[in-house]
Protein backbone atom coordinates (compact mmCIF):
# COMPACT_ATOMS: atom_id res chain seq x y z
CA UNK A 1 0.00 0.00 0.00
CA UNK A 2 1.37 2.98 -0.80
CA UNK A 3 1.97 6.08 1.25
CA UNK A 4 0.08 9.15 1.13
CA UNK A 5 1.83 12.34 -0.39
CA UNK A 6 2.19 15.14 2.45
CA UNK A 7 3.20 18.72 2.44
CA UNK A 8 6.80 20.10 2.51
CA UNK A 9 5.65 23.27 3.51
CA UNK A 10 3.04 23.11 5.47
CA UNK A 11 1.70 21.26 8.93
CA UNK A 12 -2.32 21.00 8.40
CA UNK A 13 -4.19 21.86 11.21
CA UNK A 14 -6.63 19.10 11.79
CA UNK A 15 -9.08 20.01 14.17
CA UNK A 16 -12.13 22.88 13.40
CA UNK A 17 -13.16 22.52 16.72
CA UNK A 18 -10.27 24.38 17.71
CA UNK A 19 -10.15 26.25 15.08
CA UNK A 20 -13.30 27.35 15.27
CA UNK A 21 -12.67 28.48 19.01
CA UNK A 22 -9.63 30.27 17.93
CA UNK A 23 -11.74 32.25 15.66
CA UNK A 24 -14.02 32.87 17.82
CA UNK A 25 -11.57 33.90 20.52
CA UNK A 26 -9.94 36.40 17.96
CA UNK A 27 -13.02 38.40 17.18
CA UNK A 28 -14.27 37.18 13.63
CA UNK A 29 -17.52 38.48 12.91
CA UNK A 30 -19.94 39.23 9.85
CA UNK A 31 -18.72 42.85 9.97
CA UNK A 32 -15.22 41.07 8.73
CA UNK A 33 -13.21 41.02 5.41
CA UNK A 34 -10.61 38.11 6.16
CA UNK A 35 -7.37 36.91 4.05
CA UNK A 36 -6.41 33.37 4.49
CA UNK A 37 -3.23 32.77 3.04
CA UNK A 38 -1.63 29.47 2.00
CA UNK A 39 -5.48 27.82 2.29
CA UNK A 40 -4.66 24.21 2.11
CA UNK A 41 -7.45 21.73 2.18
CA UNK A 42 -9.44 24.62 3.60
CA UNK A 43 -10.23 24.22 7.40
CA UNK A 44 -9.59 27.58 8.39
CA UNK A 45 -11.52 28.77 5.27
CA UNK A 46 -14.02 26.60 6.10
CA UNK A 47 -14.71 28.06 9.62
CA UNK A 48 -14.06 31.42 8.19
CA UNK A 49 -17.06 31.26 5.58
CA UNK A 50 -19.34 30.30 8.65
CA UNK A 51 -18.22 33.36 10.49
CA UNK A 52 -17.08 36.78 8.49
CA UNK A 53 -18.45 38.54 6.27
CA UNK A 54 -16.28 37.76 3.56
CA UNK A 55 -13.41 35.40 2.68
CA UNK A 56 -10.65 35.87 0.61
CA UNK A 57 -9.02 32.29 0.39
CA UNK A 58 -5.54 32.41 -1.50
CA UNK A 59 -3.92 28.53 -2.21
CA UNK A 60 -1.18 28.60 -5.51
CA UNK A 61 -1.36 24.80 -5.50
CA UNK A 62 -3.34 24.06 -8.40
CA UNK A 63 -5.03 20.77 -7.40
CA UNK A 64 -5.71 21.93 -3.51
CA UNK A 65 -7.28 25.24 -5.29
CA UNK A 66 -9.60 23.59 -7.53
CA UNK A 67 -10.85 21.07 -4.71
CA UNK A 68 -11.07 24.46 -2.58
CA UNK A 69 -13.02 26.05 -5.04
CA UNK A 70 -15.49 22.92 -5.75
CA UNK A 71 -15.89 22.77 -2.06
CA UNK A 72 -16.62 26.89 -1.29
CA UNK A 73 -18.90 27.23 -4.91
CA UNK A 74 -22.19 27.34 -3.22
CA UNK A 75 -20.88 30.46 -0.76
CA UNK A 76 -20.89 33.86 -2.70
CA UNK A 77 -18.97 35.71 0.25
CA UNK A 78 -16.03 33.28 -0.23
CA UNK A 79 -13.13 34.02 -3.10
CA UNK A 80 -10.63 30.91 -3.82
CA UNK A 81 -7.54 32.51 -5.64
CA UNK A 82 -5.20 30.68 -6.99
CA UNK A 83 -2.57 33.32 -6.45
CA UNK A 84 0.58 33.56 -4.74
CA UNK A 85 0.07 35.81 -1.38
CA UNK A 86 3.87 37.68 -2.23
CA UNK A 87 2.55 38.81 -5.94
CA UNK A 88 -1.26 39.73 -4.91
CA UNK A 89 -2.18 43.10 -3.71
CA UNK A 90 -3.90 43.20 -0.45
CA UNK A 91 -7.14 43.85 -0.01
CA UNK A 92 -7.80 48.17 -0.19
CA UNK A 93 -10.82 48.35 2.55
CA UNK A 94 -10.68 47.11 6.31
CA UNK A 95 -9.21 43.26 6.67
CA UNK A 96 -8.02 40.80 8.80
CA UNK A 97 -5.80 37.96 8.67
CA UNK A 98 -6.38 34.32 10.10
CA UNK A 99 -4.06 31.79 8.48
CA UNK A 100 -1.78 28.55 9.11
CA UNK A 101 0.69 30.11 6.78
CA UNK A 102 3.63 28.07 5.26
CA UNK A 103 6.94 28.32 7.80
CA UNK A 104 9.39 28.73 4.98
CA UNK A 105 8.07 31.82 3.78
CA UNK A 106 7.18 33.89 7.24
CA UNK A 107 9.16 36.24 7.56
CA UNK A 108 7.94 37.32 3.64
CA UNK A 109 4.73 37.32 4.43
CA UNK A 110 4.89 39.42 7.61
CA UNK A 111 7.40 42.03 6.26
CA UNK A 112 4.62 42.19 3.11
CA UNK A 113 1.57 42.67 5.64
CA UNK A 114 3.04 45.00 7.82
CA UNK A 115 4.99 47.04 5.15
CA UNK A 116 3.52 47.60 1.93
CA UNK A 117 0.21 48.87 0.82
CA UNK A 118 -2.75 48.38 3.28
CA UNK A 119 -2.26 47.04 6.57
CA UNK A 120 -4.37 44.75 8.35
CA UNK A 121 -6.56 45.68 11.91
CA UNK A 122 -5.62 42.30 13.21
CA UNK A 123 -3.33 39.49 12.48
CA UNK A 124 -3.39 35.89 13.26
CA UNK A 125 -1.07 33.60 12.00
CA UNK A 126 0.47 29.97 12.89
CA UNK A 127 4.43 30.11 13.03
CA UNK A 128 7.11 28.44 14.43
CA UNK A 129 7.67 29.71 17.84
CA UNK A 130 11.30 30.71 17.19
CA UNK A 131 9.60 32.67 14.44
CA UNK A 132 7.44 34.24 16.69
CA UNK A 133 9.90 35.24 19.35
CA UNK A 134 12.20 37.12 16.65
CA UNK A 135 8.92 38.95 15.71
CA UNK A 136 8.74 40.24 19.33
CA UNK A 137 11.97 41.44 19.69
CA UNK A 138 14.58 38.36 21.00
CA UNK A 139 17.54 37.86 19.00
CA UNK A 140 17.80 38.61 15.44
CA UNK A 141 14.38 40.15 15.73
CA UNK A 142 16.16 43.43 17.26
CA UNK A 143 15.69 45.65 14.00
CA UNK A 144 12.35 44.34 12.76
CA UNK A 145 10.81 44.94 16.11
CA UNK A 146 12.39 48.61 17.06
CA UNK A 147 10.45 49.11 12.96
CA UNK A 148 7.40 47.70 14.07
CA UNK A 149 6.65 48.26 17.80
CA UNK A 150 5.55 52.09 16.93
CA UNK A 151 3.12 51.23 15.30
CA UNK A 152 1.95 46.90 16.26
CA UNK A 153 1.31 45.37 19.34
CA UNK A 154 2.74 41.54 19.33
CA UNK A 155 1.65 38.73 21.61
CA UNK A 156 1.65 34.70 21.31
CA UNK A 157 -2.10 34.16 21.19
CA UNK A 158 -2.41 30.43 21.40
CA UNK A 159 0.02 27.89 22.11
CA UNK A 160 -0.42 24.43 19.81
CA UNK A 161 0.39 20.79 20.98
CA UNK A 162 2.08 19.13 17.75
CA UNK A 163 -0.69 16.68 17.72
CA UNK A 164 -3.05 19.65 16.30
CA UNK A 165 -1.30 19.25 12.58
CA UNK A 166 -0.41 16.59 10.14
CA UNK A 167 2.12 15.85 9.44
CA UNK A 168 3.42 16.78 12.85
CA UNK A 169 6.19 19.48 13.57
CA UNK A 170 9.59 19.01 14.70
CA UNK A 171 9.20 22.54 16.78
CA UNK A 172 6.95 24.39 18.88
CA UNK A 173 3.89 26.06 17.20
CA UNK A 174 1.98 29.06 18.41
CA UNK A 175 -0.45 31.31 16.94
CA UNK A 176 1.00 34.90 16.73
CA UNK A 177 -0.96 38.05 17.11
CA UNK A 178 -0.35 41.02 15.44
CA UNK A 179 -2.44 44.05 16.43
CA UNK A 180 -2.68 47.61 14.68
CA UNK A 181 -1.98 50.14 17.36
CA UNK A 182 -5.06 52.64 17.35
CA UNK A 183 -2.69 55.57 18.36
CA UNK A 184 0.61 55.15 16.93
CA UNK A 185 3.42 56.22 19.12
CA UNK A 186 4.98 57.90 16.24
CA UNK A 187 2.76 60.06 14.41
CA UNK A 188 1.53 59.65 10.28
CA UNK A 189 4.27 62.44 9.09
CA UNK A 190 6.94 61.62 10.81
CA UNK A 191 6.77 57.75 10.18
CA UNK A 192 9.27 57.45 7.12
CA UNK A 193 12.05 59.42 8.90
CA UNK A 194 11.63 57.15 12.11
CA UNK A 195 11.99 54.20 9.65
CA UNK A 196 14.94 55.54 7.49
CA UNK A 197 16.94 56.66 11.17
CA UNK A 198 16.35 53.03 12.71
CA UNK A 199 17.55 51.30 9.88
CA UNK A 200 20.92 53.68 9.18
CA UNK A 201 21.66 53.59 12.77
CA UNK A 202 21.06 49.29 13.36
CA UNK A 203 22.29 48.40 9.89
CA UNK A 204 25.75 50.02 10.22
CA UNK A 205 29.24 47.75 11.04
CA UNK A 206 30.64 49.88 13.69
CA UNK A 207 30.56 48.44 17.67
CA UNK A 208 29.18 51.92 19.52
CA UNK A 209 26.56 53.94 19.30
CA UNK A 210 28.66 56.33 19.38
CA UNK A 211 30.03 55.71 16.10
CA UNK A 212 26.99 55.33 14.39
CA UNK A 213 25.72 58.39 15.16
CA UNK A 214 28.78 60.31 14.85
CA UNK A 215 27.51 62.04 11.60
CA UNK A 216 24.26 62.83 12.68
CA UNK A 217 25.35 64.34 16.50
CA UNK A 218 28.09 66.01 18.01
CA UNK A 219 29.86 64.66 20.50
CA UNK A 220 28.66 67.26 22.88
CA UNK A 221 25.09 65.90 21.63
CA UNK A 222 25.88 62.58 22.40
CA UNK A 223 27.12 63.05 25.49
CA UNK A 224 24.28 65.33 27.14
CA UNK A 225 21.63 62.80 25.26
CA UNK A 226 23.39 59.61 26.68
CA UNK A 227 23.07 61.28 29.94
CA UNK A 228 19.31 62.67 29.63
CA UNK A 229 18.32 59.04 28.58
CA UNK A 230 20.37 57.15 30.84
CA UNK A 231 22.07 54.98 28.63
CA UNK A 232 26.14 54.79 29.26
CA UNK A 233 28.48 56.62 26.23
CA UNK A 234 29.76 53.43 25.28
CA UNK A 235 26.56 51.68 24.43
CA UNK A 236 26.03 49.15 21.79
CA UNK A 237 22.69 49.38 19.74
CA UNK A 238 20.95 46.63 21.51
CA UNK A 239 21.49 48.19 25.22
CA UNK A 240 19.31 50.87 24.58
CA UNK A 241 15.35 49.98 25.30
CA UNK A 242 12.79 50.88 22.70
CA UNK A 243 11.50 53.85 25.30
CA UNK A 244 14.98 54.76 24.73
CA UNK A 245 14.99 54.70 21.37
CA UNK A 246 11.85 56.36 20.74
CA UNK A 247 13.68 59.52 22.49
CA UNK A 248 16.67 59.04 20.53
CA UNK A 249 14.72 59.61 17.74
CA UNK A 250 12.92 62.75 19.01
CA UNK A 251 16.28 64.34 19.96
CA UNK A 252 16.87 63.65 16.38
CA UNK A 253 13.87 65.07 14.91
CA UNK A 254 15.18 68.62 16.57
CA UNK A 255 18.39 69.05 16.81
CA UNK A 256 19.48 67.49 13.71
CA UNK A 257 19.39 69.88 10.55
CA UNK A 258 17.51 68.84 7.12
CA UNK A 259 21.61 68.23 5.63
CA UNK A 260 22.76 66.17 8.00
CA UNK A 261 19.38 63.92 8.30
CA UNK A 262 19.58 63.77 4.37
CA UNK A 263 22.71 61.04 5.23
CA UNK A 264 19.80 58.63 6.58
CA UNK A 265 17.29 58.77 3.41
CA UNK A 266 16.66 55.99 2.12
CA UNK A 267 18.01 53.15 4.66
CA UNK A 268 14.54 51.91 5.02
CA UNK A 269 13.95 51.42 1.33
CA UNK A 270 17.36 49.34 1.27
CA UNK A 271 16.25 47.30 4.15
CA UNK A 272 13.20 46.39 2.81
CA UNK A 273 14.99 45.26 -1.03
CA UNK A 274 16.26 42.50 1.60
CA UNK A 275 13.17 41.88 3.22
CA UNK A 276 10.69 42.16 0.25
CA UNK A 277 11.94 39.31 -1.65
CA UNK A 278 8.91 37.47 -4.08
CA UNK A 279 11.05 34.81 -5.67
CA UNK A 280 9.52 32.21 -3.17
CA UNK A 281 5.74 31.10 -3.12
CA UNK A 282 2.68 29.99 -1.06
CA UNK A 283 2.34 26.92 -3.13
CA UNK A 284 1.22 23.65 -0.53
CA UNK A 285 3.81 21.24 -2.58
CA UNK A 286 2.64 18.11 -2.20
CA UNK A 287 5.51 15.73 -2.37
CA UNK A 288 7.05 14.39 0.89
CA UNK A 289 6.47 14.44 4.82
CA UNK A 290 7.76 18.37 6.12
CA UNK A 291 11.20 18.06 7.90
CA UNK A 292 11.57 21.07 10.16
CA UNK A 293 15.66 22.00 11.21
Known amino acids: MS ?3 LSISQNFLTDTKLVRQLALKAGISKDDTVLDIGAGKGIITEVLAGLAGSVISLELDPK ?3 ELKEKFSAHSHVQSLNENFLLHPLPLKTYKVFSNIPFSITSLIVNKLL ?3 RVPEDTFLVVQKEAADRFMGKGEGYLFSLLTQPFFDFSVF ?3 KREDFTPRPLVDVVMLRIRKKREPLITRDLRDEYLDFICYVVNQQ ?3 LKLRLNRLFT ?4 YRISDEL ?4 TSKVKDLTFSQWLLLFERYVFFVDREKKSIT ?3 YANYRKVTSGSNKVTRTKVRRPLQIN
Do not use: C
Open 115 to 117: FTG
Open 64 to 66: LHT
Open 265 to 267: DGS
Open 3 to 5: VPD
Open 206 to 208: KPT
Open 230 to 233: KFSV
Open 158 to 160: YKF
Open 219 to 222: AIQY
